[in-house]
């Protein structure tokens, strides 16, 4: 096998977990490359979906998937996956309105590292977030690393990649969406009203939120901090803005 043999509008999804989730989601799936002499019990899930999805099994020594993925922890295990989709806007309103809820978007305005995406990912299908806003340019979008930090979440969160995040943003507003944006100097997120329609904007890891996009915010929130550094990582930062969303939502 070489890298020939992989089209170029074809993702390399390398993992147990997240082949499991591609193998079960609606993609179109090429190949799987399985590393020999591998059992267990979620390699014969692996077998047993690939047997019914009626989809190619290539065995083939470990360093081949090494090489294959760069180095990334596969597990012995690589599915050659139809091309990452993009969703549209609207998609995302009819997540909402598929489950009778007011929309929940998170918007990440460039952000940078792939483990970050995928984390939020992760979080966003936890907590039900219907999905994820982010910019053509200067970010990062959906590649094999963001695929295996979300762990399978990207098989279920709608991403949505837009030209003009300000344009975007306006656009929410004039539907209805009420645009937060999080940095140090905001109201206490136990006091936010999480009940309406809401886009939570994440910042850039190194910059924070652009200038532009907080000009356009209707308010900006902040989880205390009553340490010695300065701010928390972002894909923590949005897990626990995102499970504020969700219990103010879900009472007990
Ligand atoms: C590492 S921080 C960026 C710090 C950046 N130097 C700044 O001044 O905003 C990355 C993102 O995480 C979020 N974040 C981090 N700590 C936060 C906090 N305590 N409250 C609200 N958002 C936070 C914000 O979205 C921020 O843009």
Redesign the pocket.
Known sequence: MDQSEIEEDRDLVAGRIPAIEVLKSERDINKIFLQEGLSGSKISEILGLAKKRNIQVQMVPKSKLDTLVDGMNHQGIVVAAAAFQYAELDDLFAAAALKKEDPFFIIL?GLEDPHNLGSIMRTADASGAHGIIIPKRRAVGLTATVAKASTGAIEHVPVVRVTNLVQTINELKDRGVWLY????K?QD?RQWDTKLPIAV?????????SRLVKEQMDGM?????VGHV?????S???S??MYEVYRGRNAL
């Open positions: 305005d944006g999080t940095d140090m905001g997120y904007v994440m910042g850039n890891e190194g910059k924070g939120i929130v902040t989880i205390p901090m300065q701010s928390l990582n972002a923590v930062a949005a626990l803005l």
